[in-house]
Nanobody, 115 residues
Framework: QVHLVESGGGLVQAGGSLRLSCAAS????????VGWYRQAPGNQRVLVAA???????NYADSVKGRFAISRDNVKNTVCLQMNSLKPEDTAVYYC?????????WGQGTQVTVSS
């Protein structure tokens, strides 16, 4: 079993920045694709950004140019740097990792962007 723990969420004004971190209880980030997802009230959980084991990244169109995902295999962490935040970025952000049949999720961290 692998535990993922997110941190770094909070309340920020529009235009501000936050840096989210996802820590794993075991070193799986070096072999698995890791994704950050978010879920706003009443909405489905959607992918925001992902980084593969080789370091390739992809982003949702809504965050391209503002968010950056990175991975530190030594520290077993994956970070999401979020800049130029908008009120529509408000959501609970989740970290996800694992390869089939394993699928691990963190408990989520709240990000609230005020206008």
């Amino acid at each position: 079993q692998v535990h993922l723990v997110e941190s770094g969420g909070g309340l920020v004004q529009a235009g501000g920045s936050l840096r989210l971190s996802c820590a794993a209880s075991r070193n799986i980030f070096s072999r698995d694709t890791v994704g950050w997802y978010r879920q706003a009230p009443g909405n489905q959980r959607v992918l925001v950004a992902a980084i593969s084991s080789r370091g390739s990244t992809n982003y949702a169109d809504s965050v391209k140019g503002r968010f950056a995902i990175s991975r530190d295999n030594v520290k077993n962490t994956v970070c999401l740097q979020m800049n130029s935040l908008k009120p529509e970025d408000t959501a609970v952000y989740y970290c996800r990792a694992g390869s089939p049949p394993y699928d691990y999720w963190g408990q989520g961290t709240q990000v609230t962007v005020s206008s």
